[in-house]
């Protein structure tokens, strides 16, 4: 039987994507911050900017969630924290899933989330390291036996 990905190792994989997704945010936030600025030194009013503002925090939750989908759904089965440290999520046969099944496990986390982190705290005690999420979206996160994600992820972090 294959491992599952427990609590921990999740963890820094999610710790790892957010480092990269906040990179990502802060180069448009550079960007939105100087057209914002720009705005204000024109006379724009301040709705014009407020949505402008709103505008960087809507592209900041696609990014996320196209980054998240996209990925769990692809070859990789992982985004890019999980693929480093030789995770990768399937549906509860054990295969590949869908974009939209993937697109609903990244909404199905704000539920987690919003329950006092709760549906992340079941990954701990569930007999298949389920988050709510999971169970919601019938998915499982696997430990890959593949000898190059191994490899790969002990390149990583040399």
Same mark, same amino acid.
């Given at each position: 039987? !294959? ?12 710790? $790892? ?5 906040? $990179? ?9 911050? #100087? ?18 503002? #709103? ?5 900041? %939750? ?14 990789? *089965? ?31 986390? #704000?539920?987690?989330?919003? #329950? ?10 569930? *007999?298949?390291? *389920?988050? %709510?999420?999971?169970? $919601?979206?019938?998915? %499982? ?9 191994? !490899? ?7």
């Amino acid at each position: 039987m !294959q491992p599952y990905g427990g609590f921990w190792l999740r963890f820094v994989a999610y710790v $790892i994507d957010a480092v990269i997704m906040n $990179i990502v945010g802060g180069v448009i936030g550079a960007f939105v911050g #100087i057209g914002v600025g720009a705005m204000g030194a024109m006379g724009a009013s301040e709705s014009a900017m407020l949505g402008s503002t #709103i505008g960087a925090g809507v592209l900041s %939750l696609v990014l996320n969630w196209l980054y998240s989908s996209w990925l769990e759904s692809s070859e990789w *089965q992982a985004t890019v924290g999980k693929k480093a440290l030789g995770l990768v999520v399937t549906d509860d046969k054990g295969r590949r899933i869908s974009f939209g099944r993937a697109t609903g496990r990244y909404f199905a986390k #704000i539920l987690s989330s919003l #329950i006092l982190l709760f549906g992340f705290f079941m990954i701990g005690w569930t *007999q298949r390291k *389920q988050g %709510l999420h999971d169970f $919601i979206c019938s998915t %499982l996160v696997y430990k890959a036996r593949s000898p190059d994600l191994v !490899q790969n992820t002990a390149e990583v972090f040399s």
